[in-house]
């Protein structure tokens, strides 16, 4: 068994209310794939937000207090200090250059998810704020590739996360659908019969950092990638599963 | 581009000594693959611990006072503790079930990277512990497999990472060599010409990831896998980079 992963280099500029289903569907021609049972298609954060209009116009943006004082602290425009408050439940740590939330997903990062880069201006600055239900965006695309091609496939959306204790981004999956989200190895043993210990092993991150090194992550230039090679998932979950427990978080 | 994964599954037992160039050529003939200039051989830390012979048996360790302490407020072994506390350089986080250190190296991770499963017992309980030094691993095995093929590869020791607000185990690299760990893009800017707030990207921790998605975490059935498809890298460095250096940690 051989993995192949596949950059999908073709995709336009995405603008919001675009058919990312034809898109993609479109690139796999242009760059000779026929999408096949099986299949991961990650596709970037970025042009899932673009597409559901998730651009926000920070003209069209007027801070809070509680906004204006978080820009004071962590040095950031008071207008996207109010959307990091609007799109978190939790403000975790804030220093200068530095606002690390729980995201309204469960999801912990800096700035909420939201990017400045590789956007359209229109004239002023603009913020993409991450799709609403990323897990749901995964399952509407599968569903779209489904019915105009008959293929079963996995669908990963993908977004570059950063780490406390690691530095560089990786990417990681906020949206999945038709994976095994974490392989569940509960109640398994070693090769010596020994109970395992580590029971969970989260395959929609890895193969998220394994698109993700061909997705190219600071240009828009190759949004989205195919992972063929395995065998397709008879269970499978959503990323929104991959959110640690509240109460299991030892570094609030 | 297209990037292939291939697992060598064909790797026996190892064991303090063997010598882990060789056999890990002797599985690439077998998986049918000769090395290339630009190929990334990764490798599990579990074999190259083995090898290196970082097997401790519990019988031969004494724990301190400090250690039965630890090991009372964690639930484990009093001379598993000790080996952590021996390990680690700080007890970061600690519960029942839980203990969170930051390794001689660096690395911030549960239980300091000791791993008790898919380990000979020999009779009696055995732990197993990180390479001395990864890096150092890494590259040692890059030159013995130049000098073996000619081949200029890079070279990752794995590991399986837990993270404090994400479930599931993600591969990472604890040590590296010949391929550029951090791709920096401070300076640049996106295609808007805007300043690019993501300037370190994680290729190191990416492809360790990727190569775990066949490498099978929880046996020792594939304990490498070589990434094809890059060009060579330029600028190459090693795992200990990847630390975040502990003035920037917010989460201690």
Redesign the interface.
């Known amino acids: ?7 999908l280099p073709g995709l336009p500029m995405v603008r919001s209310g675009d058919d990312l289903c034809k898109l993609i569907l479109s690139a796999c021609t242009e760059a000779n794939l026929t999408l096949a049972n099986g299949d991961v298609l990650c596709v970037a954060q970025k042009i899932v937000s673009k597409a559901e209009g998730r651009l926000v116009q920070l003209a069209d943006v007027t801070p809070s207090p509680e906004a204006e004082k978080l820009a004071e602290e962590t040095a950031k425009d008071p207008r996207l200090a109010q959307l990091i408050l609007d799109e978190s439940r939790e403000i975790m ?1 804030k ?1 200068p250059g ?1 606002t ?1 939330v729980r995201h309204n997903l469960g ?2 990062g800096a700035n909420a998810g939201i ?7 229109e004239g002023g600055e603009a913020a993409l704020l991450l799709p609403v239900d990323p897990d749901a965006s995964a399952a509407a695309l599968k569903a779209q590739i489904f019915a105009a091609t008959g293929a079963n496939i996995g669908v990963i959306i993908t977004d ?1 996360h950063n ?10 999956a906020i949206g999945a659908a038709g994976i095994e ?3 569940d ?1 509960r109640g ?1 043993t ?3 019969g ?5 029971t ?4 929609a ?3 998220a ?2 698109a ?3 997705m190219g ?5 190759i949004p989205a990638a195919v992972l063929r ?1 395995f065998p397709p998932d008879e269970h499978t979950g959503c990323a929104a ?4 427990p509240i109460e299991e ?3 609030r």
């Open positions: 068994m051989r993995l192949e992963i596949v950059p740590r220093r530095v690390i999801l912990v990017d400045q880069s590789n956007i359209e201006h570059s780490r406390p204790w690691r530095l560089g981004t990786v990417g990681a989200v974490l392989e190895h398994g070693d090769i010596y020994r109970d395992l210990k580590v969970l092993i989260n395959r991150d890895a193969m950092a394994a993700t090194l061909l992550e600071t240009t828009e230039k090679g599963d991959i959110n640690r978080d030892l570094f």
